[in-house]
């Protein structure tokens, strides 16, 4: 049973557009939720994250939306860009940060 | 540069012959872990490590060994490697708020 569930499973923007992509999660332990961005050959790379107390965090072009009672968050890339096209992955954790519980991923194409 | 460094990149084994997997990070991170990624399935965590001679199993641990005997150092090790075992994976280290991942290693079991 997959702990926190990521859609869409694919996405295309056109350059310029905005990306959202969405993860749900079930339990309410839960109490960090990092973003992941990984480009074709590489490992995942921390994008951008979120603890519950808050319902909004913006880093340049990305935001990451909490919603805690619905148990979603999402993240919005605005402009976006040919080259975020990559898979994001989103994940949980509670407690210590040394395990975490990631979505299925989403592979974003930008279009130019 | 900060980084983990996995070896090999890329790995055609046949089945049952043992093989191991290398993962070194230079943060001297307290925590690392072994990740594999499947389509669709996103990561799955493997075994952990808290820290030396510390380690534990993750959601998918059957058919692999781990160890931890200096804190730069966590090898994956596939005792008989079987055809389910072919993926992508990851070792990752960590010291609070995410993981800095290695490159991959691209494993094909025959």
């Known amino acids: 049973q997959q702990q926190v569930k990521q859609s869409p499973q694919s996405l295309i923007v056109q350059k310029g557009g905005i990306s959202i992509i969405n993860c749900a999660y079930e339990n309410t332990a839960f109490d960090y939720f990092p973003w992941y961005q990984q480009f074709p050959g590489k490992g995942p790379a921390l994008l951008i994250a979120i603890r519950p107390d808050v319902s909004e965090k913006k880093e340049g072009r990305f935001t990451i939306s909490f919603n805690k009672s619905a148990k979603q968050f999402s993240l919005h890339i605005m402009d976006s860009q040919p080259g975020d096209s990559a898979t994001y992955f989103c994940a949980a954790s509670k407690g210590n940060f040394n395990k975490f519980y990631f979505g299925s991923g989403t592979k974003l194409n930008v279009k130019p | 540069e900060a980084q983990v460094t996995q070896n090999p990149r890329y790995l055609i084994t046949v089945t049952g012959k043992k093989l191991t997997v290398t993962c070194s990070q230079n943060?001297?991170?307290?925590?690392m872990s072994w990740y594999r990624q499947d389509p669709g399935l996103g990561l799955r965590q493997i075994y952990y490590s808290m820290n030396v001679e510390v380690t534990d199993k993750g959601d998918v641990p059957e058919g692999y060994k781990v160890s931890r005997k200096e804190k730069r150092n966590f090898p994956l090790i596939l005792e008989s490697p079987s055809p389910n075992q072919t993926s992508l994976y990851f070792c990752a280290s960590s010291h609070n708020y995410g993981y800095t991942f290695g490159s991959g290693t691209r494993l094909t079991v025959v």
């Open positions: 943060m001297n991170h307290e925590y």
